[in-house]
């Protein structure tokens, strides 16, 4: 048994399994693909999606222009909030990309337009793995379609599917 008692969170012991594998700078990119919405806030999050990160630029896409303007003013704090919930280094450039299928989210009666018309559509839906119940499916879906990239959304569907269809795991005795 470990310090923290026998039950620790599965990130956590991934994260380490990950750094001890020399894996734990990718593990921290594609965090800050995941977490976009968290770290730029609902306001932004609703006309932006993150794609990727490769090389320490997470590239984002923005509903328009105007927005990639926008946002390019706030690259410093948003590099600070990443940085501080993710390390240094992890994010050191963020590029805004106009109409790249980045809202997922549907346009308001006052807006009168679709916002989401005439971008590129998001991920395939990836299968689940039978035997969950409809709010595990639900949750699923919903994280990888916020992963923005099709495999890792992909990769992130099987595991949790997997996961959630195993059910928790008890320490021997």
């Given amino acids: 048994m470990s310090a923290e008692g026998p039950w620790r ?59 990639a303007t926008e946002l390019s003013t706030l690259t410093p704090t948003l590099l600070g909030t990443i940085a501080s919930a993710l390390g240094e280094g992890v994010v050191t450039e ?33 299968p689940l793995a039978g035997g969950l119940r409809a709010e595990q499916q639900q949750w699923v879906r919903r994280l990888a379609a916020q992963a923005g990239d099709p495999e890792l959304a992909a990769a992130l569907v099987r595991w949790f599917s997997s996961a959630l269809k195993a059910g928790p795991r008890r320490p021997a005795e």
């Fill in 9 to 67: 969170r599965v990130g956590e012991v991934l994260g380490e399994l990950l750094e001890r594998q020399g894996l734990g700078r990718p593990s921290r990119s594609a965090l800050a693909v995941l977490r976009w919405a968290e770290f730029a806030g609902p306001a932004v999050a609703a006309h932006s999606r993150a794609l990727h990160c490769r090389r320490g630029r997470l590239t984002v896409a923005v509903d328009s222009n105007v927005w």
């Fill in 94 to 126: 963020i590029r805004f990309v106009a109409g790249r299928g980045s809202s997922t989210g549907s346009s308001t009666a006052e807006e009168g337009s679709d916002r989401t018309a005439g971008l590129a559509p998001g991920p395939e839906p990836v």
